[in-house]
Structures are given as C-alpha cells and as structure tokens.
C-alpha cells in the first residue's frame, strides 16, 4: 500500500503562484495530479512517468502549470502560475504502482482557492 502526502494548497489572488508536493511512501511509476472543483466531477490535471519522463497535461492547464518530480525521493511537485478563479478546487496527488495500473493511490487532497 502507498500513502500519498500533499502540501502546499492555500488562497492566492489571480495570477499568482502556488506549488504544491506530494511525497509517496513507496516507489511508483506513474504520479499525478487531478483536482476537484465544488459540484463538478474530479478530473485529470497533470502526470508524470518516471520511466520515461514523459509528461501529460489537461489543456486548460497547459503553459501555466508544471509537474516535476525527484524519483529518487519518491516525490512529486505542481507549480501553478498565472492561476485563474476557475483553478479553484481540491487538488488531489494520485499514482500507479505500475504502467497497466489504474490510479490506485490517492491523498487526502489539498484545497487551492484563487480568488478575484
């Protein structure tokens, strides 16, 4: 079982920054970010894959928000620029203990709130 550990949420005014971390207790392969706005269904923000590198983001997120990470520390961090009022939710950390998993492991979520 991995346990996922988030920090860095808070309140920001447009266009500001925020950088979230997640810390995992044990080594994945994929590590990811969704988030979650108020009566809306939780969707897919950004992901990462250790193997390879290789980097996904949703489109409205594209070119303001950068995923990165250290492997090695089982870690993996959300900088988000030039943040909008529709940025606003629960952002969750997730991974996959391997390639063909689902997303298995979640945190506890870290509320994100952007105001005016």
């Known amino acids: 079982q991995v346990q996922l550990v988030e920090s860095g949420g808070g309140l920001v005014q447009a266009g500001g920054s925020l950088r979230l971390s997640c810390a995992a207790s044990?080594?994945?392969?994929?590590m990811g970010w969704f988030r979650q706005a108020p009566g809306k269904e939780r969707e897919f923000v950004a992901a990462?894959?250790?193997?390879?590198?290789?980097?996904q983001y949703t489109n409205s997120v594209r070119g303001r928000f950068t995923i990165s990470g250290d492997n090695a520390k089982n870690t993996v961090f959300l900088q988000m620029d030039s943040l909008k009022i529709e940025d606003t939710a629960v952002y969750y950390c997730?991974?996959?203990?391997?390639?063909?998993?689902?997303?298995?492991?979640w945190g506890q979520g870290t509320q994100v709130t952007v105001s005016s």
């Open positions: 990462i894959t250790w193997i390879n590198w290789y980097i």
């Open positions: 044990a080594r994945t392969s994929v």
């Open positions: 997730a991974a996959r203990g391997s390639m063909a998993a689902a997303w298995d492991y």
